[in-house]
């Protein structure tokens, strides 16, 4: 796949509106979807008209590749519910799997030694390829990071499937960011919440490559 490959954002909350506008600077059309069809086209109006809004169904059969920037519970709900259209694309999960504690901060809400990148690919629908990438940051730093100079702000991946990582790598740097992959998915804890490679973990802020190397 290429830069003509057909991106679709599914979810449009913080992290979601950031990742298609940032598609939007960075030149590459974008389809966005929320379970509020207004919502969408609220968006889509204030982007231009590199965005196009339509219902969550249409976004997945129009797109190869599907951005699910939803809550790590809502991912697997929309597995099932669209296990059809989602056999053999290419499927982005940001999601973190933490929910606020009794203390004002964020608690994981699965095993401590649990991935949402492997337990999300334990359920993916027939063929699909998933990639664990875009929610190394938080929506500020997603915001504010993008085409940084000199050198460009690191967002990590993971995936299995190497026969996709230069169309992840091209997605990313779309998104205004330098690409770095951290392994297969049994590495993606680290860049999780709580993650060592994480902003919210033990990396602790925003790298350049050159940083990032240092910690792989």
Do not use: C
């Not at 499937?161 to 997605?171: F, G, K, R």
């Amino acid at each position: 796949m290429t830069t003509t490959s057909k991106v679709a954002v599914i979810g449009l909350g913080n992290i979601g509106k950031t990742i298609a506008q940032n598609f939007i600077k960075g030149n590459r059309p974008v389809i966005i979807a929320s379970r509020k069809l207004e919502d969408a086209k609220v968006l889509a109006q204030e982007l231009g008209t590199l965005a196009t809004a339509t219902e969550t169904d249409n976004a997945i059969k129009n797109a190869d590749i599907i951005v699910l920037s939803v809550w790590f519970n809502t991912i697997q709900e929309l597995f099932e519910q669209y296990g059809t259209e989602l056999q053999g694309e290419i499927i982005i999960d940001p999601s973190n799997p933490i929910a606020p504690d009794e203390n004002g901060g964020f608690k994981k809400i699965i095993g401590e030694k649990e991935s949402a990148g492997q337990l999300n690919a334990s359920k993916l629908p027939k063929g699909a390829k998933l990639v664990k990438a875009f929610g190394t940051l938080g929506a500020a730093s997603l915001a504010n990071a993008t085409n940084q100079t000199p050198a460009k702000s690191v967002l990590f991946y993971a995936t299995d499937d190497t026969t996709i990582d230069s169309t992840v790598e091209q997605l990313i740097q779309d998104n205004g960011f330098e690409a770095v992959k951290v392994g297969d998915l049994d590495q993606s804890i680290r860049i999780e919440v709580f993650g060592d490679l994480h902003e919210f973990g033990a990396l602790g802020k925003v790298v350049t490559r050159t940083e990032a190397i240092t910690k792989l």
